[in-house]
């Protein structure tokens, strides 16, 4: 038995480090979620496309606000109840300031804010083939695209109440080359955790909406052109942003894809994220995305202290007390860009599009699946079955041979 404790040991072992896959159990927690368009606003007029998710959970609320009033926004609001509503003074909100003319009730209740602006598309001629917008030369950029400047399509022909999606499509009218482009922002919402079907298959959860960002038919001003979008983040005092690249060794869900990039937002005076923004580094230039029409993405460091002259003229998160532009509020600003080098995907299709995650609490985390954890079982666990049973024959011949000290009597 003693010959045998190295095995039975190499054994369990093996066995602790199978045990975290095999018992990691689907997230079953769930949220009431609904969709609507333009909540609260019973006149015809024209006004901007204004989308409101509400999630709610046992003691809790999530709202996303999107609109394309100014810049492209989501505005995520987090709750410590039920029971809390969104409310939209219509025409303060389209005044030159208007602050105030969003706001949550009962306002006890908000625990946390935050807001995203897409302001710019960049697009620059990347000559020396980096296919990194941080790393390009001043001059090698083209004037941007203002993402304030496009007008957009009616997002409640878009709406689909029952899978929970919607959509902005925006086009510049006043840019030759926009003439037959169009940008996009799909959304979509979930009301439990999943997986997309369509690379790159982000893993989601109750707590987080998803975004996919697309450019169609937009005509390159260069040889060499390649596009990036920019990202202002504003939420209020108390919670800083921090930048997180994470490994992994498994790229079964998103092939050749081993890392994931996440914007948190971490408070100031306690461990824990508030919100987060996640990403795989890869875009996909065809509308059905393919590993074959893969490209990379590169974004730039997190810049915190970003002048507030590069604010849009107008968002919905100015309309929220909570991410309003002010002292106390925190801007940051990111830039995502497209493309790998020696790849020119997009001059070819003309599409590219891009997708994350935005949500609260701490983001959802790639584990093995059952078949991975199978196949390590299997090539961990039959050699150390195999050394377990040739120990144990040795250790019973052994016994056989033993000399007891008695000899036979005839």
């Not at 807001?115 to 083209?142: G, H, M």
């Not at 022909?157 to 009218?173: E, F, K, V, Y």
């Not at 007390?321 to 995502?336: D, F, I, M």
Request: hydrophobic residues 40%; positive net charge.
């Amino acid at each position: 038995v003693a010959d045998m404790a190295p095995v039975i040991m190499l054994v369990c072992c093996c066995l602790v480090a199978l045990i975290p896959g095999l018992v990691r159990t689907h997230d079953s927690y769930r949220r009431q979620v609904t969709f609507e368009y333009n909540p609260g606003r019973n006149s015809s007029a024209a006004a901007p496309n204004v989308l409101h998710v509400r999630a709610v959970g046992r003691a809790d609320t999530i709202h996303y606000v999107w609109s394309s009033l100014g810049a492209p926004t989501v505005l995520l609001v987090h709750t410590g109840s039920p029971n809390t509503s969104l409310h939209i003074d219509w025409t303060s909100l389209q005044l030159p300031d208007p602050n105030g003319a969003l706001r949550i009730e009962p306002a006890a209740a908000v625990l946390y804010s935050t807001a995203i602006i897409f302001s710019r598309l960049w697009e620059y001629e990347d000559v020396n083939d980096t296919a990194d917008l941080s790393r390009a030369p001043p001059d090698s950029f083209y004037p941007p695209y203002l993402l304030q400047d496009f007008t957009w399509d009616n997002a409640n022909a878009t709406l689909d109440h029952n899978a929970l999606t919607a959509q902005l499509r925006g086009r510049n009218a006043s840019a030759p080359l926009f003439a037959n482009a169009s940008v996009t922002f799909r959304i979509a919402a979930f009301e439990g955790s999943g997986r997309d079907p369509e690379l790159p298959r982000l893993l989601h959860s109750a707590n987080c909406s998803k975004l996919e960002f697309s450019i169609e038919g937009l005509r390159p001003r260069g040889n060499f052109s390649r596009f990036g979008l920019e990202l202002l983040v504003l939420e209020g005092a108390g919670s800083k942003r921090r930048l997180r690249v994470r490994s992994t060794i498994d790229d079964e869900y998103t092939p050749a894809i081993f890392q994931v990039s996440e914007l948190l937002s971490l408070r100031d005076n306690a461990s824990g994220v508030s919100s987060f923004l996640q990403w795989k580094p890869v875009a996909y230039g065809s509308r059905q995305p393919r590993r074959r029409v893969s490209m990379q993405t590169h974004n730039s460091a997190l810049r915190p202290r970003e002048s507030r002259q590069r604010l849009p003229a107008a968002s919905i998160a100015f309309a929220f007390s909570g991410t309003e532009p002010g002292p106390r509020t925190h801007l940051a600003a990111l830039n995502v860009s497209f493309g790998s080098p020696g790849q020119r995907l997009y001059r070819e299709h003309h599409y590219l599009s891009w997708s994350a995650l935005i949500g609260t609490g701490e983001p959802p985390r790639d584990w093995f699946s059952v078949l991975v954890v199978a196949v390590m079982a299997a090539g961990l666990g039959l050699p150390a079955l195999g050394l377990l049973v040739g120990c144990l024959v040795v250790c019973t011949v052994r016994r056989r041979r033993v000399v007891t000290g008695y000899r036979p009597i005839n």
